[in-house]
């Protein structure tokens, strides 16, 4: 059993700023594994389908939407067993349920999503 729980969401006004945290926990989920994990991060705004944001495969290059380059770095901390998104520059049109997942072997692990809100 693989969990992951998101946090740092909110509201925050044009132009700011949030940092997400997804904590992946688990009885055998090591860090050595979330080292060799895709990571990734999903949102899903209201009446859209969910769409990928970012994500970092084993060897950590990352990749983005280009909706969100320049703006958004993922990033982690095996030892710590987190996953990060900094949002930076922040728009309306980026407010939606953000989604942590982890791609392991096949499996796909999943948070429970946390809600951002950009506005005035």
């Known amino acids: 059993q693989v969990t992951l729980l998101e946090s740092g969401g909110g509201l925050v006004k044009p132009g700011g700023s949030l940092r997400l945290s997804c904590a992946v926990s688990?009885?055998?989920?090591?860090?050595?594994?979330?080292?060799?994990?895709?990571t990734a991060w999903y949102r899903q705004a209201p009446d859209e389908q969910r769409e990928l944001v970012a994500t970092?495969?084993?060897?950590?290059?990352?990749n983005y939407a280009e909706s969100v380059k320049g703006r958004f770095t993922i990033s982690r901390d095996n030892a710590k067993m987190t996953v990060y998104l900094q949002m930076s520059s922040l728009q309306p049109e980026d407010t939606a349920v953000y989604y942590c997942?982890?791609?392991?072997?096949?499996?796909?692990?999943w948070g429970q999503g946390i809600g951002v809100t950009v506005s005035s």
């Open positions: 997942n982890v791609g392991y072997y096949g499996y796909q692990f």
């Open positions: 688990g009885n055998v989920f090591t860090g050595s594994m979330l080292s060799g994990a895709t």
């Open positions: 970092m495969a084993n060897g950590g290059v990352p």
